[in-house]
């Protein structure tokens, strides 16, 4: 049975950073694609992150371009989200996913079959 377990969120003031971990079992990472998805307050979960299961190929939201990297250590099971010059508008829970089915460049979260629980992350303005 696949589980992915999160880390990593918390409150952090605008122009400062987080990294997000996510640790899975039951699998072998190495076979799966990954991504990273942001819910805000009221709004639907959108893609931040994704990659390849070989990592090569990468999409980033325009959102977070140059601020956030996406990285995995598949001998520790574990992918992360490196956030920098975090804005108010980063505000949300973040899930951890992933699918071992094609990689698309869409970062669709109707792609991906096994999710975190979800971490919150609060910028305040």
């Known amino acids: 049975q696949v589980q992915l377990v999160g880390s990593g969120g918390g409150l952090v003031q605008p122009g400062g950073s987080l990294k997000l971990s996510c640790t899975a079992s039951?699998?072998?990472?190495?076979?799966?694609?990954i991504g990273w998805f942001h819910q805000g307050p009221g709004k639907e979960r959108e893609g931040v992150s994704c990659?390849?299961?070989?990592?090569?190929?990468?999409y980033y939201a325009d959102s977070v371009k140059g601020r956030f990297t996406i990285s995995r250590d598949n001998a520790k099971k574990t992918l992360y989200l490196q956030m920098n010059s975090l804005k108010a508008e980063d505000t949300g829970v973040y899930y951890c996913?992933?699918?071992?089915?094609?990689?698309?460049?869409?970062?669709?979260?109707?792609?991906?079959?096994?999710w975190g629980p979800g971490t919150q992350v609060t910028v305040p303005s």
């Open positions: 996913a992933v699918h071992d089915g094609d990689y698309s460049h869409y970062c669709s979260q109707w792609e991906f079959d096994n």
């Open positions: 039951g699998l072998t990472l190495d076979d799966y694609n």
């Open positions: 990659s390849s299961s070989a990592g090569d190929s990468t």
